[in-house]
């Protein structure tokens, strides 16, 4: 399997990319082959200064970067030899088969909506996040923020979207799917939620649970949980916050706490398109590099895209 890491994407790229690339191969008797897309005078020198085995590495040089506060579509149409637009290119003509990067999330969002299409049948991808619970298992949260307004259609398709990523990368059996709402009876919410219950209710490839409120999110009441990226946005902002206060009040090596920390999930991935794309926290750390690499292995060996592309046939 080949996958593409940005290099130069994230707060404290190249380094910590090339660090998490040593942690990856020091780890992994038969990893893929990854190929490091970046400005090859910045990366040369800390493969050789981390000791890095290079024979299941190839760099791609890309001497431009896009930054965080450049527009997405305008800067992937200009910057064609930027780390994320080489990326994009060599995933849509099959030189690689999952693509990471730590950089432009909005180039990242742009890049895999138009040069790789989402899979014929869903209206919108979409973009999950892991949600630990408090039995030590996980939960998957989705629309958290690429689709900020929703249509009941749509979120009836993150349902199939989620049952299809909790069963194959989270390894739950039979995922249990929840609609977030702001009370558990059959008729409670806003007219999204209420127009999207019955939808989900006589959905035959799910096994929808009924209504979830918040307080349930950490619970192990659901394995999925559907809402409007507005909302899901939200959630995931301020989960990231429960580490960051667990860590002013010395509690971040609690086995629970450690558990919101990003690093251990490594990045979001997009789904509803065609090949794996993984898109970084901003100051994705080596450990979250490793991880990105990780969980692109697992859903390119998994065929997961596949999986969805049959699920939406007809």
């Given at each position: 399997?080949?996958?593409?890491?940005d290099?130069?994407?994230?707060?404290?790229?190249?380094l910590e990319?090339?660090?998490?690339l040593q942690?990856?191969?020091?780890?992994?008797?038969?990893?893929a082959?990854?190929?490091c897309?970046?400005?090859?005078?910045?990366?040369?020198?800390?493969?050789?200064?981390h000791?890095?085995d290079?024979?299941?590495?190839?760099?791609?040089h890309?001497?431009?970067?896009?930054?965080?506060?450049?527009s997405?579509t305008?800067?992937?149409?200009?910057?064609?030899?930027?780390?994320?637009?080489?990326?994009?290119q060599?995933?849509?003509?099959?030189?690689?088969?999952?693509?990471?990067?730590?950089g432009n999330?909005?180039?990242m969002l742009v890049?895999?909506?138009?040069?790789?299409?989402p899979?014929?049948g869903?209206?919108?991808?979409?973009?999950?996040?892991?949600?630990?619970k408090?039995?030590?298992?996980?939960?998957l949260?989705?629309?958290?923020?690429?689709?900020?307004?929703?249509?009941?259609e749509?979120?009836?398709?993150?349902a199939v979207?989620?049952?299809v990523?909790?069963?194959?990368?989270?390894?739950?059996?039979?995922?249990?799917v929840?609609l977030?709402n702001?009370?558990?009876?059959?008729?409670?919410?806003?007219?999204?939620?209420?127009a999207?219950?019955?939808?989900?209710k006589?959905n035959?490839?799910?096994?929808?649970?009924?209504n979830i409120?918040?307080r349930?999110?950490?619970?192990?009441?659901?394995?999925?949980?559907?809402?409007?990226?507005f909302?899901g946005?939200?959630?995931?902002?301020?989960?990231?916050?429960i580490?960051?206060?667990a860590?002013?009040?010395?509690?971040?090596?609690d086995?629970?706490?450690?558990r919101?920390?990003?690093?251990?999930?490594?990045g979001?991935p997009?789904?509803?398109?065609?090949?794996?794309?993984?898109i970084?926290?901003?100051?994705?750390?080596?450990e979250?590099?490793?991880?990105?690499?990780?969980?692109?292995?697992?859903?390119i060996?998994s065929?997961?895209?596949?999986?969805?592309?049959?699920?939406?046939?007809?």
């Open positions: 399997m080949n996958i593409g890491l290099m130069m994407g994230g707060d404290l790229a190249p990319a090339v660090k998490g942690v990856y191969l020091s780890g992994n008797k038969g990893p082959h990854i190929f897309i970046g400005d090859q005078a910045a990366i040369e020198p800390l493969f050789n200064e000791g890095i290079t024979s299941f590495l190839t760099i791609i890309a001497p431009e970067v896009i930054g965080y506060h450049e997405p305008k800067a992937l149409k200009e910057k064609q030899r930027s780390s994320i637009a080489i990326g994009f060599m995933l849509a003509t099959g030189k690689l088969d999952a693509f990471i990067s730590a999330t909005g180039a890049g895999a909506m138009y040069s790789l299409k899979i014929e869903v209206l919108r991808p979409t973009i999950a996040t892991v949600v630990p408090l039995d030590g298992t996980h939960g949260l989705l629309d958290v923020g690429l689709n900020v307004d929703c249509k009941p749509q979120l009836n398709q993150f979207l989620g049952h990523y909790a069963k194959y990368i989270l390894h739950v059996d039979e995922p249990r929840a977030l702001v009370g558990e009876e059959e008729g409670k919410g806003n007219s999204l939620s209420q999207t219950y019955p939808l989900l006589e035959t490839r799910i096994n929808f649970i009924g409120e918040g349930d999110l950490l619970s192990e009441k659901a394995d999925v949980t559907v809402c409007d990226g909302t946005n939200v959630i995931l902002k301020m989960a990231e916050s580490y960051d206060v860590v002013k009040r010395g509690l971040q090596k086995e629970y706490f450690s919101f920390h990003y690093e251990n999930y490594g979001t997009v789904l509803g398109i065609a090949k794996p794309v993984i970084g926290h901003g100051i994705s750390n080596a979250a590099f490793r991880n990105m690499i990780m969980l692109a292995e697992r859903m060996e065929d997961i895209c596949q999986v969805i592309t049959d699920q939406f046939k007809g």
